[in-house]
């Protein structure tokens, strides 16, 4: 072979060679980028898979060109979604936020920190505010060493921030609750307690943590009760009750306690959630307003609220037994005279003894109950018959007899009256058994005093013949059904009429003649005393003027005054308007007033005398030594006349009655050393003359003398009277047989 044919031989080998390499290297490198292209898509893959599963976006900014680029893998789809983010647009990051996210991105680009981190809202493709926590680090730098790209990671952290917010707000809330938080565990040990618990309890929260909620129990429950509201808590979920607790220090108070259950977060376990609240306070005042409202704060017995309760509970009873129920109605005798005369605080020292008195009286098995004023009930259950109750009401004025001690050295005689009414024999619901036993107790007033009455269906047309009265005494004075008679008084001095009293009459078209001891009181219960009073008082003084300008002078006009009008009415003002009006001088007219009504509001009387005495009118106590006066206190009051009670001029005269003459002289004695006057009222007989005429009284009033006589009568009596030294009385014994109206 030539040569040449070799050399072309060797070089198409050489050719061929060479082309095999380049294309095994080509081959090769094919292979090569396939792999690398391949390991490239997994890490993709596995970047994609990565931020899919964290939720994150992966984000890059250049610096120099100002652009955000952010890459978002969303499940189902197959492309990626790309957004490019222009950072000065301040519309998608908050412009409150934006300012802290450039401040944060500058101090990581001057090297202040190590990464660049922030939280703040984008706006979302909605329109909503979505908070972001964005976190990178620097990617490229340029020649100079400045950092150019940064590139990292942002997660919606939106649920979170929400998240977090809650439960701030939740230990806020807990913190300054005013109610006691517990946790506790399944094994009721406890977990967490916020400050109100170590408030109510003095535990703070390291003294009890891990301790068993045990450690607050109280001696008031026993542990039954402690294990099965346990139980509940277990079985059910929840407990609600109220549970007395003890205090570190030993004090104990009442919950009110909740509890539910709840899962432990990344536990199968549960806690109990605890809210107690502290009603000691409350339920204290609770039994307080109960007591309020079922007591006699001043005696501590039932009031009229629970006494119906319990009347009620014992008809029900009765009515199922077949026995019987008794109802004593009682009011203690002439209470409100004792209580103005002593003053309020010894009237209640008296009620308490007397609520005392009556229970030991009726026993502890009845039921005694005050329903106000000086009134008092007893409820007798079980009774066999009525004779039953009649004897307990004797028992309770028996009981009365004796005196009640006031102090050491006061002691006070107090009686009672008392009504009684039946079930079944006089009514079947409470009210009308309290009705019926209050109008016996009136009638056993009417009876006298200190006694019982048992009720009867009579008693009712007295009730109703009361009312009828004081209906009828309302009109009276409009209807002039009102008038005045007046009885002369005689001065054993020298013979002269020197007062006259004026008394009042009532002639009812309904009822005809009511005597004044029937209708003044009733004038007084009712309030009407104020009204007529001033009548009187105007018609007494028109008719001393009517006697002046018919040649009478130097007479004076007396004119009973009641507590209501004394105490309760303007009378002062009164008076100073019908002297004016009447022109009658203000040393012409006396008011009498009883011995009660000095002593009822005592200062508030003294003041309204000592203005009546500075006008010039005089001041009389009428029945005196009837009353429940101080002797040293009437000594201060401007008074200038005593008249002596009838009571005590009856037997004067008489042989053996040594104790009314011994009164009336001390009387008389007495008002001579205090400069006053002395009249004795009620005189019939000459033998009572004597006596008062022999032991110097003042004046006399009565049937001896005069009865009283109408206005014209009157005048003309004094007129034609002689005033002569034997002091013969005009008055005949047929007179003071049948006195006038």
Known sequence: MPATHYMALLLALLVLALAGVVLGGHRRREREQREHLRELREREEKLRLALWASSEYYWQYDLERRELESIRIEPGRKDDLNLRIDLDADHQIHPDDLPLVLDRLRAYVRGDAPMFLSEHRVQDASGDWRWMRARGRAVSRNDAGRITRIAGTARDVSAQREHERERRIATEVMHNMAEAVVVIDDEFRYVMVNPAFTRMSGYELAEVVGNDASLTNSDQHDAAFYAQSRAAMLEQGHWAGEMWQRRKDGREFLCAMQSNAINEPGSPHRLFVLVATDITDRRRIEQELRYLANYDTLTNLPNRTLLAERLSRAIVRARRQGSCVALLFLDLDRFKDINDSLGHATGDRILRMAAQRLQRAVGP??????????????????????????????????????????????????????????????????????????????????????????????????????????????????????????????????????????????????????????????????????????????????????????????????????????????????????????????????????????????????????????????????????????????????????????????????????????????????????????????????EQLAFLRQHRCDMVQGYWLSKPLPAEQCLAFMLEWPGLPGLAPRATAADARHPAP
């Open 365 to 686: 098995s009845h039921t005694v109950a005050r329903i106000g004023g000086d009134e008092f009930t007893v409820v007798l259950e079980d009774l066999a018959h009525a004779g039953e109750a009649d004897t307990c009401a004797q028992r309770v004025i028996d009981a009365f007899d004796e005196p009640l001690l006031i102090d050491e050295r006061h002691e006070i005689a107090i009686t009672p009256s008392i009504g009684i009414s039946l079930y079944p024999d006089h009514a079947q619901v409470p009210t009308d058994l309290l009705k019926h036993a209050d109008t016996a107790m009136y009638q056993a007033k009417a009876a006298g005093r200190h006694t019982f009455l048992r009720y009867t269906e009579s008693m009712d047309s007295s009730t109703r013949q009361r009312a009828g009265l004081i209906a009828s005494l309302r009109r009276a004075i409009e209807r002039n059904e009102l008038r005045l008679v007046y009885q002369p008084q005689l001065s054993l001095a020298d013979g002269g009429i020197r007062c006259v009293e004026a008394l009042l009459r009532w002639y009812s078209t309904e009822h005809g003649e009511v005597s004044p001891v029937q209708f003044i009181p009733l004038a007084e219960e009712s309030g009407m005393i104020v009204g007529i009073g001033e009548w009187v008082l105007r018609e007494a003084c028109n008719t001393l003027a009517d006697w002046q300008r018919a040649g009478l002078p130097g007479v004076t006009m007396a004119v009973n005054v009641s507590a209501t009008q004394l105490l309760h009415s303007d009378l002062p003002r009164a008076v100073e308007r019908i002297l004016r009006e009447t022109g009658i001088d203000p040393g012409q007219l006396e008011l009498e007033l009883t011995e009660s009504v000095l002593m009822a509001k005592a200062g508030l009387a003294a003041e309204r005398l000592q203005f009546f005495r500075r006008i010039g009118v005089s001041i009389a106590v009428d029945d005196f030594g009837t009353g429940y006066s101080s002797l040293a206190y009437l000594r201060r009051l401007p008074i200038t006349t005593l008249k002596i009670d009838k009571a005590f001029i009856d037997d004067l005269g008489r042989p053996g009655d040594n104790e009314d003459a011994a009164i009336t002289t001390t009387i008389i004695a007495m008002a001579r050393s205090l400069g006053l006057g002395v009249v004795a009222e009620g005189v019939e007989t000459a």
